[in-house]
Structures are given as structure tokens and as C-alpha cells.
């Protein structure tokens, strides 16, 4: 995984909303999961994300996480979302 993130932050209830979204990613876990910019992933989470230190692109360090989630459709597919982009998950089963 790479060590830059697009946004990254410090502020504690940032820390702690982003949280709250790995704590709702567990392995296996299929998913719907809404994005800020409207888009919809249906898939399972391959692992549970983990917070981690990343830098953007004027170097200030923070927190950020990112998922990978196998396309429910096309499970060929994955996509890597960053957990400060989620606004919704609803839980639909399991693998």
C-alpha cells in the first residue's frame, strides 16, 4: 500500500470517525457501502482495515485507511476505497 493518501488528518473526531468505519469492515463481510461523491461499491471486504500514517502531497503527516473490496458482480474486481470517503455501510451477509 502506498504511503500517500489524498487526505489525511489529525483532529481526534476524524481519527475516530474513520474508526468507526474499519470497526464495520470485517473480513469477509459483504457490503454496500456509499461514497461522498453518491457512487455505491456492493462487494466483500478481503481484510479488515487498518489506520495507518500516511503523508498528502504537501507531506503533513495523518491518519487514513483504505479497504479493499472484491466486486460483488465481478469478483475479478476489486476496489480500493479510502474509509474518510465513506458516508454509508449497510452490512447484506457474509462470503
Do not use: C, K
Not at 504511503?3 to 489525511?8: R, T
Not at 489506520?51 to 485507511?65: L, P, S
Not at 483504505?66 to 457474509?94: C, F, K, N, S
Amino acid at each position: 500500500m502506498t504511503q500517500f493518501a489524498e487526505h489525511v488528518y489529525t483532529e481526534q473526531r476524524d481519527i475516530a470517525r474513520i474508526e468507526s468505519w474499519a470497526e464495520q469492515l470485517e473480513d469477509e463481510a459483504r457490503v454496500e457501502i456509499r461514497l461522498a461523491d453518491g457512487a455505491r461499491v456492493e462487494g466483500f471486504v478481503t481484510a479488515r482495515p487498518t489506520i495507518q500514517v500516511f503523508r498528502d502531497g504537501e507531506g503533513r503527516e495523518g491518519m487514513n485507511a483504505m479497504v479493499r473490496i472484491d466486486d460483488q458482480a465481478d469478483p475479478e474486481h476489486a476496489h480500493y476505497l479510502w474509509l474518510d470517503r465513506i458516508i454509508d455501510i449497510r452490512r447484506t451477509g457474509t462470503a
